[in-house]
């Protein structure tokens, strides 16, 4: 249940943040944006590391983490930062977070399917792939115009 709800404020997070990061945005560029993000993340996140988990764990473990394309998570949040901001502003805050979880949802299905980046490989189940494309359906009904 604990899990469940984390989710359900980490959906709510993101689209406030993407709005908000819109909103910058149009204020000072879209790369200025990111930077601030990215570099206010980093802050918060070393505050709350040196209160929480300085002792047990060092800043240096960072740079024995294998395989090495794990650590790509920066530069793939900065990518997700830009494409927040841009598809908000192309298509609406609701309509991009409607895509945006859609893609989500069928990328991590199939990194369990295929047991991609370290994933545990998980079975195939037609319920899961029709769960996907009620997902997309979603997208066109969302879009439909009454």
Known sequence: MIGFLIALISGALMSIQGVFNTGVTKQSGVWVTNSFVQLTGFLVCMVIWFFTER???????????????????????????????????????????????????????LIELFGLFGAEKMPFYWTKLLGVLVAVSGIALFQWKS
């Open 55 to 109: 002792k047990e764990h060092n800043l240096l473990k960072i740079i024995k983490v294998e395989p090495k394309y794990l650590l790509l998570g920066g530069v793939i949040g900065a990518m997700i930062t830009w494409t927040v901001i841009m598809a908000m502003q192309k298509l609406g805050p609701a309509k991009a977070v409607l895509v945006i979880v859609i893609a989500q949802i069928f990328v991590a299905y």
